[in-house]
Each structure stands twice: as structure tokens, then as C-alpha cells.
T-cell receptor, first 116, second 115 residues
Framework: GAGVSQSPSNKVTEKGKDVELRCDPISGHTALYWYRQSLGQGLEFLIYFQGNSAPDKSGLPSDRFSAERTGGSVSTLTIQRTQQEDSAVYLC??????????????FGNGTRLTVT | AQTVTQSQPEMSVQEAETVTLSCTYDTSENNYYLFWYKQPPSRQMILVIRQEAYKQQNATENRFSVNFQKAAKSFSLKISDSQLGDTAMYFCAFMIPEGAQKLVFGQGTRLTINP
């Protein structure tokens, strides 16, 4: 079946503009994550959704960042008033939730955001 | 807080050689998982191998194996008979299997396999 799909693949925006990044998880996956990969860095956790539970927003770097997940499926990450330091690859991952052990994560190909 | 350190920003070897990528981590937890992910130019993170901390036996997946030293908090990846397709960024990651199961990543090692 289809994997995790992210759009757009690349986005160039001007400083101060708002952007929306989209993630379509694998059908049936109740857990969804957003990670950010800045140039030359590893990935850093941003936010986690699981079913109808309140999301874990502990990784969002500022109040300019927000995310929602509609109907337990598609998720949108919104960055308001973009800054140059927001330039990064934003990766989405989804997983089935099991009650024991580590969940295998399925990553998308990411959105490369460039703020000029 | 947990941290993961990869001290080799770049490595380069010839095809068919064996290469070892280093990773150290810091945690006070006793139950955790360690992973190696590969990121080719497509940007998709691909799981290479994983290790459960309570298992003393080192994990192996075909040409990929790990050397897990729990007391030393070390988790190195060995790639045997390296192939051109192994060229990628490699990330070491740590995870506690509770709640959100957030991954904590190292900075990555860019591995190049030369023909």
C-alpha cells in the first residue's frame, strides 16, 4: 500500500509569510509524529498525535508553530510569520500503536522549507 | 534528558570494505531501544537495525550488525561488504518505549562508499 505522503516536497517562502505543510499517514495508523531536521543536524521531535488524545506539543519551538490532525488522519503543520531559522526539512512519520515494545515508524520523504 | 552523540561527521570507504560508525548515548533509564536509521538523498528515514537494551545479544540484519556495550553506553554500527547503495546519512537514535515514544537522534554520519 501507499506509504506516508508529504506535500509539498519543497517550499520556498519569504520571511514573515505563513506556510502549511501536509502529511498523509499510512491508512489505519493512529500515531503521527512531526520531526524537524535542520541543516547538518539530526532530527528533533516537534509534536505527536495519538488517536483522539490531546497531542504532545512539547517539541514545538515557539508559538508560531502549530499542528492539527483532522479526523485522525491527515495532519497539517503550520508555521506563522516564518523566520530564516525555520529553514529545514520537516519529516512526518506514522505508526500503529502496540501495547508492548517499540513501534516501527514509517517516515515520509519530508518537506524542505526554505525561508528567504 | 537523553542525548545521543555521533562523533564522525563524515566517513568514506571503498566498496566491499567493512566500516564501523560510532554512537554514544547518555541516559539514566534501564529500559530503552536503540536504532540506526539510513537517510538516502530521497530524505526518507529507513530503519536499518534496532537493539533492545535488555537483550545482551547484538542485533544483526544481513550485512549490518551492532556492537552494543550497555555499560559504556555505546552502540556502533558495522557494515560488512559495503555496497554503493549504502551511501547515505546514518543516524543513531534512542527511544524509551513509553507514552509518545519520541526518538532522540544523533547528529548523523555521512557515509560515502567509493567504487
Amino acid at each position: 500500500g501507499a506509504g506516508v505522503s508529504q506535500s509539498p516536497s519543497n517550499k520556498v517562502t519569504e520571511k514573515g509569510k505563513d506556510v502549511e505543510l501536509r502529511c498523509d499517514p499510512i491508512s489505519g495508523h493512529t500515531a503521527l509524529y512531526w520531526y524537524r531536521q535542520s541543516l547538518g543536524q539530526g532530527l528533533e521531535f516537534l509534536i505527536y498525535f495519538q488517536g483522539n488524545s490531546a497531542p504532545d506539543k512539547s517539541g514545538l519551538p515557539s508559538d508560531r508553530f502549530s499542528a492539527e490532525r483532522t479526523g485522525g488522519s491527515v495532519s497539517t503543520l503550520t508555521i506563522q510569520r516564518t523566520q530564516q531559522e525555520d529553514s529545514a526539512v520537516y519529516l512526518c512519520a506514522s505508526s500503529l500503536v502496540t501495547f508492548a515494545g517499540a513501534r516501527p515508524l514509517h517516515f515520509g520523504n519530508g518537506t524542505r522549507l526554505t525561508v528567504t | 534528558a537523553q542525548t545521543v552523540t555521533q562523533s564522525q561527521p563524515e566517513m568514506s570507504v571503498q566498496e566491499a570494505e567493512t566500516v564501523t560508525l560510532s554512537c554514544t548515548y547518555d541516559t539514566s533509564e534501564n529500559n530503552y531501544y536503540l536504532f540506526w536509521y539510513k537517510q538516502p538523498p530521497s530524505r526518507q528515514m529507513i530503519l536499518v537495525i534496532r537493539q533492545e537494551a535488555y537483550k545482551q545479544q547484538n542485533a544483526t540484519e544481513n550485512r549490518f550488525s551492532v556492537n552494543f556495550q550497555k555499560a559504556a553506553k555505546s552502540f556502533s554500527l558495522k557494515i560488512s561488504d559495503s555496497q554503493l547503495g549504502d551511501t547515505a546519512m546514518y543516524f543513531c537514535a534512542f527511544m524509551i518505549p513509553e507514552g509518545a515514544q519520541k526518538l532522540v537522534f544523533g547528529q548523523g554520519t555521512r557515509l560515502t562508499i567509493n567504487p
